[in-house]
């Protein structure tokens, strides 16, 4: 069992340089499947979910390396087999993104139901609605996803969403490019590595216009060709240092960010007294007073987002008044991390899908569980700001969505290192 072990009450000073998105590199990665020849994927953040996805596609028959410089490099050419190894798929969230992939390189395909974080239900019906609206006829039981061409065979088509789905949206733009005709996504989600994914796959010959509206239009392609594509910063691994500074205080310069997919974030911190200045490609946070309380609501982009939910709520506990955090995205969310905080002395009540916090004056050291990727790093941020010392146990979860993390944050003054045993 891994574990952090953090001496608190340090302010965080410095530079920290932000890596490629995750949630854009676990779709990346797989669409590479769809392209014929070599793909050089820059900016590949070194995090245990991508060290899965390329197993995966090694399973599969790529040849896929990774480079000294974080650049990906995936050659695809011999791969034959549409059944990736369950035993790695069901280790990962994102795994489902190769059922679209599949679909779109053999027509068919078999994978696994995935695994991932259990912070809630997070059922895939409206990517098989996707497939079937595309021709396909789909078998799903209790433990994978099969399918193949039905009797009209694979096609565009019109489809409309019934909630707003990142997963259903990525799935069904990248099953799409590879399949012939025209097709709309409405009602599309808009979040910043959906577009990164529309471009890199346009980079590679795919015609795919709209990403970031709620109307994409994608026009099946008969092959993708080799090239090199840079992913774009992480914007939740971003969020999550501007709020480690605001609940820590400290003057932090975050580097290699794109501020326009941050402000649903700063403006927040900055409503809380955290000073936000803006430059082309970083952002500088500075804090030396308490916060204030606010009021938050997760929504899907440009709002702010589930995945900054834990770590604003920290920030929350931290700042004076009562503060009111509502999840509309995942209600059973707070459940992976609250009663962990309430252990280092945070006064949180939950009534439905809204946190009421009331601010304490300081977190005490204890020692606490990470259950998935985002509560594990608010632990974290939560543990630095403490008194005393704090062990964040299996951050093994955390390590899934960021890249460095201990040494990241001991470069900014924290006290902070990794244990195995």
Request: hydrophobic share 45%; proline share 4%; charged share 20%.
């Amino acid at each position: 069992m891994s574990r952090y072990v953090i001496q608190g009450g340090r302010p965080l000073n410095g530079t920290v340089t932000i890596s490629g998105a995750k949630n854009a590199a676990v779709a990346i990665l797989p669409a590479a499947l769809l392209v014929d020849g070599v793909c050089r994927i820059e900016h590949v953040p070194d995090i245990s979910d991508v060290r899965i996805m390329l197993d995966i596609l090694r399973g599969l028959g790529a040849l896929a390396r990774r480079e000294e410089d974080g650049t990906v490099v995936i050659d695809a050419t011999n791969v034959r087999d549409a059944s990736p190894d369950p035993a790695l798929v069901e280790q990962m969230r994102a795994s489902y993104y190769l059922m679209g992939v599949l679909l779109g390189r053999f027509g068919r395909a078999h994978v696994a139901l995935p695994g991932g974080c259990n912070f809630a239900s997070r059922p895939i019906d409206q990517h098989i609605k996707g497939f079937a609206a595309l021709g396909a006829e789909v078998e799903e039981t209790e433990e994978y996803v099969q399918m193949h061409p039905g009797p009209s065979g694979l096609h565009g088509n019109r489809i409309s969403l019934d909630v707003v789905s990142v997963g259903a949206t990525v799935n069904i733009m990248i099953a799409a490019s590879r399949i012939p005709g025209q097709t709309i996504i409405e009602n599309a989600a808009k979040e910043p590595h959906i577009v990164d994914l529309a471009n890199f796959l346009n980079t590679m010959g795919a015609r795919i216009s709209g990403a970031g509206t709620d109307t994409v239009k994608i026009w099946g392609v008969q092959s993708l060709r080799g090239n090199t594509y840079a992913i774009i910063p992480d914007q939740i691994e971003a969020g999550t240092y501007l709020a480690a500074v605001a609940a820590t205080g400290g003057n932090v310069l975050v580097k290699n960010v794109i501020p326009k997919h941050m402000s649903c974030i700063t403006s927040k911190l900055a409503e809380m007294g955290a000073e936000i200045l803006n430059y082309d490609d970083a952002i500088r946070i500075r804090c030396g007073a308490r916060l204030h309380h606010a009021t938050v609501k997760t929504r899907v982009y440009p709002g702010f987002p589930t995945d900054m939910q834990a770590q604003i709520c920290v920030c929350m506990v931290l700042a004076s008044g009562v503060s009111r955090l509502t999840e509309s995205v995942y209600e059973t969310r707070f459940f992976g991390y609250v009663s962990e905080l309430e252990r280092m002395g945070a006064d949180v009540q939950i009534t439905g899908k809204t946190a009421i916090i009331t601010g304490v004056e300081a977190l005490a050291g204890a020692t606490v569980d990470a259950h998935d990727l985002r509560a594990g790093a608010a632990l974290v941020i939560a543990g630095l700001a403490a008194q005393g010392s704090t062990i964040v146990k299996d951050c093994h979860y955390i390590e899934r969505g960021y890249e460095r993390l201990v040494e990241k944050f001991r470069g900014l003054g924290a006290d902070i290192r990794r244990i195995e045993g």
